[in-house]
């Protein structure tokens, strides 16, 4: 089985609007609706260049050119949650669980997966592993317990090698 590790912390995102686009075409491929906030919300996950939270979605949206009748309840909470599960649900961005932000996936056309993450506690940037290796043997392991997995979320802190002195 290949290994490929992503070493780039921003491999999967070289830019937004291609990206955003990726992920039109995967969603009109699979018979999915990309809405206009959906697309937004996206735009800023991939533009951030690190994890992102969602109150800093929300703030980003509030200061961008939103501030139209038509676009005012793009602001709410709520609507960018919404977008947020959508976007996580179809594999679109992963959610890194232990600093609760959302970093995009760089596999917009493939279905939802599991990989492991490596963040970096000084920057901020998060690597997507992609070692199906690990996966695997998570997997593996957990049923061989008895276990069964619905999902795994596996992040490694450290410093990136950047940041490492």
Request: one cysteine or more; proline letters at 6%.
């Given at each position: 089985?290949?290994?490929?590790a992503?070493i780039?912390?921003?491999?999967?995102?070289h830019d937004?609007?291609g990206f955003?686009?990726?992920?039109?075409?995967?969603?009109h491929?699979r018979?999915?609706?990309?809405?206009?906030?959906?697309?937004?919300?996206?735009?800023?996950?991939?533009?951030?260049?690190?994890?992102i939270?969602?109150?800093?979605l929300?703030?980003?949206?509030?200061?961008?050119?939103?501030?139209d009748?038509?676009?005012a309840?793009?602001?709410?909470?709520?609507?960018?949650?919404r977008?947020?599960?959508?976007?996580?649900?179809?594999g679109f961005i992963?959610?890194?669980?232990?600093?609760?932000a959302?970093v995009?996936c760089?596999h917009?056309?493939t279905?939802?997966?599991?990989?492991p993450?490596?963040?970096?506690?000084?920057?901020?940037?998060?690597?997507?592993l992609?070692?199906?290796?690990?996966?695997a043997?998570?997997?593996?392991r957990a049923r061989s317990?008895?276990?069964?997995?619905q999902?795994?979320?596996?992040?490694v802190h450290?410093?990136?090698a950047?940041?490492?002195p």
């Amino acid at each position: 089985m290949p290994k490929h590790a992503c070493i780039d912390p921003k491999h999967h995102v070289h830019d937004a609007e291609g990206f955003v686009a990726a992920v039109e075409r995967a969603c009109h491929e699979r018979g999915l609706r990309l809405t206009p906030i959906r697309a937004r919300v996206l735009g800023l996950v991939a533009d951030a260049g690190q994890p992102i939270k969602a109150y800093d979605l929300l703030e980003r949206i509030r200061s961008g050119n939103n501030a139209d009748a038509d676009n005012a309840g793009a602001a709410a909470p709520p609507t960018v949650y919404r977008a947020l599960d959508f976007l996580l649900a179809n594999g679109f961005i992963h959610k890194l669980e232990s600093v609760n932000a959302f970093v995009a996936c760089h596999h917009p056309s493939t279905a939802q997966h599991s990989v492991p993450f490596l963040i970096c506690d000084r920057c901020h940037s998060a690597v997507e592993l992609e070692d199906l290796d690990v996966v695997a043997q998570l997997e593996t392991r957990a049923r061989s317990l008895g276990f069964q997995p619905q999902a795994q979320t596996l992040e490694v802190h450290g410093l990136c090698a950047r940041c490492a002195p």
